[in-house]
């Protein structure tokens, strides 16, 4: 018995051409495609029939010893729209985004690097405690986050402060928070990057690893029973797939027919722990259909991939009542946090490869270039610009309450 | 799991008999009678069988609270959940075998009458049937999960204690899960074992955020059990399992509150006072007649009810009366919820009594 790999190509009612493509894992026996009751029927009880019976499984017998070969030399592909040059790839993927869209995913991206930098060196001026930078995987924040409604619930595990930026968070609530001063909405009772904020259904940031997932999980069947229409999306990295809460998330949520979005951010490391310490699996897109649920695997620097493997989930999510889970393959560009240098673990070569060569806002930005969106002369004045927006940001923007 | 539910509800139909709890008859010593007859030699105790028992004592049937039914302390559990059900449109509940009607019976018939929705099963994952519980309490709606056996409660003390409880705190009020109440079966049941009759309250009552409750009956279940769930904040529901059939007294159709945090003081006295929660507090009733009859000793009896927050003056003020404290529970010793009693009675009475000995002139002393 093989296991085969079907590609199965998903259909946008609007769109009229075929879009992303969903990889699901296909038996022999199976009763087709995941949907919204997924429930192994029975077969008729008849003992004349040399049909399995059992209740735990919908197979046929094979009377040849063989285990399978769990795949990890050639993994499930990873789906891309715009080369490393921001060249799109295959015009039928290119989601067309309007001009203001894009710039918006450009510029939050920007802004939230630039509020990085200052808040990094904030930490090491002794200003704050403690920072953690998001580079190199800013694509996944800003990708992810316009794909969304602005009322979906995000529930993030610490390295998504570029989805709240894409809502448009105050740069100086962002600060209050790291700083944990009056103006913190959190009563300054967190270490710094614990945002939350409950106009843009963002959850409040907990230190523990992966407790969220089974959290999302609640909060979708709850949306799913109020007809709110609204997805979850829970954001958490490779390690934190790791822990228990993990695998207690992806199996209620597949048996329960949530509405959810498993959003794994893969970006090779776990404070010094690499993946190939991590798990032997082909990743964490690979083990959601051991649970039944539908996944895809795209590059998580590539921000029209994210966009459109988001939208579609989404889509479907509700539509369907049922989990989508998208593995954004990405790098850790800086340390785990201030309290971690990495020099200790890893090479400065490897760090500057995907600086250099292969980061989500360098090819957002020859996008544009390309697209004559933008200019060195736009790009001089925008990086002027955020500097004095994240140093000097305006009081009170949140309008009052968040 | 279920085998042993099974047996042990198999059991309890033989041996329990009306509102009675007898489950053993030996001529047996007692602990407490051990105690009481000091004279018995050591080599009696040991040639007779050390068993304990204890007598379910039903309060007065409740005028209150408008038509009463008899029920057993499960049934009073399913009656508070239907009461939730009916009136909050967004309670769900939730866990392991709830579907068919749970292996103690407590959520039967809520499923044909509410929906499949709204009482499901879910798999077989502590930490996930907590966790998911939190989620759905934070988009505001009522999550009542259960945790089959209190034994098992452990896989989700990271959610409980690191998620649950400090989720309001953490998030300065922008977000809570207060509407979430988990129940589980709890404490000695007989033929329990290891893993069929813990008590954890005292590893949750280290945590601030959460609120921990135990009934003594039917009647006090379901008041107990309503007020948890509409609680703001998450709270741990334990039922004694022994009094799920052994129980039974008459108790109001309509919902009713006990409140929370309020320990009831069940029979005053002047010598002692005797604290207990769940099955132990009919038990130390017990032992308070006895001590009546044989010793000539008055002991008020208090049921603590809630652990934590757990009601500091309605026990101190007794102290202050009594002079004299013994608190029993079924937990182990070390670190057990007795020793937070006992510390706090001796700091707040030694306080009391430095400060007021001329007035009292009672000497306090902690049994």
Known sequence: MAVAIAAARVWRPNRGLSQAALLLLWRPGARGLARSHPHRQQQQFSSLDDKPQFPGASAEFIDKLEFIQPNVISGIPIYRVMDRQGQIINPSEDPHLPKEKVLKLYKSMTLLNTMDRILYESQRQGRISFYMTNYGEEGTHVGSAAALDNTDLVFGQYREAGVLMYRDYPLELFMAQCYGNISDLGKGRQMPVHYGCKERHFVTISSPLATQIPQAVGAAYAAKRANANRVVICYFGEGAASEGDAHAGFNFAATLECPIIFFCRNNGYAISTPTSEQYRGDGIAARGPGYGIMSIRVDGNDVFAVYNATREARRRAVAENQPFLIEAMTYRIGHHSTSDDSSAYRSVDEVNYWDKQDHPISRLRHYLLSQGWWDEEQEKAWRKQSRKKVRAPRPGGCGGGC | ?367
């Open chain 2, 1 to 367: 799991m279920a085998v042993v539910a099974a047996a042990a509800g198999w059991l309890l139909r033989l041996r329990a008999a009306g509102a009675e709890g007898h489950w053993r008859r030996f001529r047996g010593v007692g602990l407490a009678r051990g105690f009481l007859h000091p004279s018995a030699t050591v080599e009696d105790a040991a040639q007779r069988r050390q068993v304990a028992h204890f007598t379910f004592q039903p309060d007065p049937e409740p005028r209150e609270y408008g038509q009463t039914q008899k029920m057993n302390l499960f049934q009073s559990v399913t009656s508070a959940l239907d009461n939730s059900l009916a009136k909050d449109p967004t309670a769900v509940i939730f866990g392991e075998d709830v579907a068919f009607g749970g292996v103690f019976r407590c959520t039967v018939g809520l499923r044909d009458k509410y929906g499949k929705d709204r009482v499901f099963n879910t798999p077989l994952c502590e930490q996930g049937i907590v966790g998911f519980g939190i989620g759905i309490a934070v988009t505001g709606a009522t999550a009542i999960a259960e945790i089959q056996f209190a034994d098992y409660i452990f896989p989700a003390f990271d959610q409980i204690v690191n998620e649950a409880a400090k989720y309001r705190y953490r998030s300065g009020d922008l977000f809570n899960c207060g509407s979430l109440t988990i129940r589980s079966p709890w404490g000695c049941v007989g033929h329990g074992a290891l893993y069929h009759s813990q008590s954890p309250e005292a590893f949750f009552a280290h945590c601030p955020g959460i609120k921990v409750v135990i009934p003594r009956s039917p009647f006090q279940a379901k008041g107990l059990l309503l007020s948890c769930i509409e609680d703001k904040n998450p709270c741990i529901f334990f039922e004694p399992k022994i009094l799920y059939r052994a129980a039974a007294e008459q108790v109001p159709i309509e919902p009713y509150n006990i409140p929370l945090s309020q320990a009831e003081v069940i029979q005053e006295g002047s010598d002692v006072t005797l604290v207990a929660w769940g099955t132990q507090v009919h038990v130390i009733r017990e032992v308070a007649s006895m001590a009546k009859e044989k010793l000539g000793v008055s002991c008020e009896v208090i049921d603590l009810r809630t652990i934590i927050p757990w009601d500091v003056d309605t026990v101190c003020k007794s102290v202050i009366k009594t002079g004299r404290l013994l608190i029993s529970h079924e937990a182990p010793l070390t670190g057990g919820f007795a020793s937070e009693i006992s510390s706090t009675v001796q700091m707040f009475n030694y306080a009391i009594c430095c400060v007021e000995l001329p007035l009292y002139g009672k000497p306090c002393s902690i049994l």
